[in-house]
């Protein structure tokens, strides 16, 4: 009887020790991955269950550390790919009690840190992602001369976490558009008179609020996204343009692509969105800014001029601008279109997106497209307004107050120069702009 309760105490130790052995090594770090841009970095840890984590940063030398709770390591970090500017190594450090995963940060400078941690999304499960900011980051200073460049804002979308869609042989739809993007880049570059800013140059995931604040302090006069299309079946092909619509799309691939948008957020990282409840209030405030009203009419414009370029190299899905509700489309102050390249879940569109002839067909169509609006519509003090006499094709919902706004110029200068006798305009006018 004796020898059976010192078993059964034993048991009960064993039992006691080993459950929390077990709980205290229940979440275990299954992965690190480092996505490097240009001013700063994202750290992917991936988990096997929700973190439960505290960090916290320290100096001489700088270090960022994290402290994952209940956790253990299965990952050998002296081999993590790490091309960061910011990030000396990552390592192990003796933890502050048992059962906990402390890791380490070294850091080149001090730096601003910001965790969140994000649910299961597939491909991904659960992580712990870490955004660190040089702060290195400041709005392009104005030009030194009078006459300035025509700012086009190259959005590559997608990119690190991000996937984007995937084709039927296992093409990334994030690689496919920073190819055709740079190509974009090169030849607004080329163009006398522009000047292109990528959102990304490399493959990091940007958040899509920051992708608009980089157009914004590089005083972008256009944001053009780059995407490749994918739906639930492969048999939809073709190129489309959209813009900005204040209500729910209206075509099921809308609708799609809308969902779409949310699930890149959330594998991307949507920390900055979900975490930062004064993003809703801004664009609640900034959508109601009379602004919008004049970015979108120029934005709808440009889709049409892009359109029917693309039309002359590649199949079109529709032959009119669409719209939906991007989050990356929805900045009041710039005008910003989305291309759909194709769809990268059609078997031979897929093809054709791996091409390097095929992406140079794309990449001019939309150069055109651009360079043809900006032509006809040079902003202000543009070196594409001192080329020539401006001219400005009359759109639908266009006065002579608005033309003569969008100019700077007065109204009566502007019937002077046309020989208006009156304030009527017809759509499809031509009016010739007086220089400032």
């Known amino acids: 009887m004796i020898i059976n309760n010192n078993i059964l105490k034993l048991v009960v130790l064993f039992l006691t020790f080993g459950a929390s052995f077990f709980a205290q090594s229940a979440n275990k770090l299954e992965g690190v991955r480092v996505w490097a841009a240009p001013e700063s970095t994202r ?41 960061s500017k910011l990030v000396k190594k990552i390592r ?71 996937p984007g869609s995937i084709g039927p042989t296992g093409m990334y739809e994030k690689k496919v558009v920073l190819q055709i993007a740079k190509k974009v880049a090169q030849k607004i570059n080329a163009t006398p008179g522009m000047k292109a800013v990528m959102t990304r140059t490399g493959d990091y995931f940007v958040n899509l609020n920051r992708r608009s604040e980089i157009a914004r302090n590089s005083k972008a006069d256009l944001l053009i996204s780059i995407h490749a299309d994918a739906f639930t079946s492969p048999q939809p092909r073709g190129a489309s343009v959209w813009v900005l619509s204040m209500r729910r799309a209206n075509s099921e691939i809308g609708r799609w692509l809308e969902q779409k948008e949310k699930h890149s957020e959330l594998l991307g990282g949507a920390g900055e969105i979900i975490q930062n409840t004064d993003n809703e209030q801004y664009l609640a405030m900034t959508l109601l800014d009379m602004s919008m009203d004049r970015s979108m009419a120029i934005s709808h414009n440009i889709a049409g001029d892009v359109l029917s370029n693309l039309g002359k190299v590649t199949k079109l899905h529709k032959h009119k601008p669409e719209s939906a509700s991007f989050a990356v489309l929805k900045s009041p102050d710039i005008p910003s279109i989305l291309v759909e390249t194709g769809f990268i879940s059609n078997h031979r569109e897929e093809r054709l997106l791996s091409q390097r002839e095929h992406q140079n067909n794309i990449a001019k169509a939309v150069h055109k497209g651009v360079v043809k609006y900006f032509e006809a519509n040079p902003p202000v003090n543009s070196l594409l307004a001192s080329k020539s006499n401006t001219k400005h094709k009359v759109r639908s919902g266009e006065s002579l107050s608005v033309i003569a706004h969008r100019y700077q110029i007065t109204i009566s200068r502007l019937k002077k120069a046309n020989k208006l006798k009156s304030d009527t305009l017809r759509i499809g006018q031509t009016l010739v702009i007086p220089r400032a």
Do not use: C, M, W
């Not at 505290?54 to 270090?63: A, K, Q, S």
């Open 43 to 83: 750290i992917v840890f991936d988990l096997s269950q929700s973190p439960n984590y505290t960090h916290f940063t320290l100096t001489n030398p700088y270090r960022l550390v994290v402290d994952l709770k209940n956790s253990s390591n299965k990952v050998n970090l002296s081999k993590i790919a790490n091309n």
């Open 92 to 162: 192990k450090s003796s933890p502050p009690e048992k059962g906990t995963l402390r890791i380490v940060i070294d850091l080149v400078k001090p730096i601003k840190a910001s965790l969140f941690a994000l649910p299961p999304t597939a491909p991904y499960g659960n992580r712990l992602v870490v955004d660190l900011d040089s702060g290195s980051s400041k709005p392009t200073s104005k030009p030194a001369r009078a006459l300035r460049d025509v700012i086009v804002a190259i959005d590559a979308g997608h990119g690190g976490d991000d």
